[in-house]
């Protein structure tokens, strides 16, 4: 199922859900753009959930994953941290322990800063289980195969004053 908002999108192979969100303009100052958020994960996603994952990592399993992909502020692009041009190729290599946002024993995480079609974004993504990191990443690739990131998009959205 294709899952496509905001000019970002997945398919969504079976047994994953993934929404794609913009946060509420009451949390931003006027003026600011509101970027788009996409989630997927192997568990229901939570209603109301963290932008890289709180809510919902803990309620991963060893076989399950989560993945968000958040847009930055297009400017990012011209700066060192996201300097990576393209959409990343995760590789078990990538992923520790140490790099979750919030640690959970046996879990694993990585993220990239990158640039693609004109906008700059982080992708983050758990695993369930660290000691399965080779066995999850077909399931990862599955659906970060079929990432789409359309040119400007995001950048005609604004919080109205």
């Known amino acids: ?68 992909l958040f847009e930055h502020d297009p400017a ?27 640690t959970i024993a046996g879990q694993s995480g990585a993220q990239w800063f990158f640039q693609h079609a004109g906008r700059a974004f982080c992708l983050y993504v758990v695993l369930g289980s660290h000691a399965r990191r080779v066995e999850l990443l077909p399931r990862l690739g599955e659906v970060l195969s079929t990432l789409v990131v359309e040119a400007g998009v995001a950048a005609q959205h604004h919080v109205q004053a």
Request: proline share 9%; with cysteine.
């Open 76 to 102: 990012a692009c011209s700066t060192a941290l996201f300097a990576a041009r393209g959409l990343p190729r995760p590789s078990a290599a990538d992923f520790a322990p140490e790099q979750l946002q919030r």
């Open 1 to 68: 199922v294709q899952v496509l908002a905001h000019g970002v999108g997945v398919d969504a192979p079976a047994g994953w859900e993934v929404r794609i969100t913009r946060r509420s303009g009451e949390e931003h100052a006027p003026g600011a753009r509101v970027r788009p958020v996409l989630h997927a994960a192997t568990v229901p996603l939570p209603a109301v959930r963290g932008d890289f994952g709180g809510g919902v990592t803990a309620l991963l399993g060893p076989v399950d994953l989560f993945v968000s």
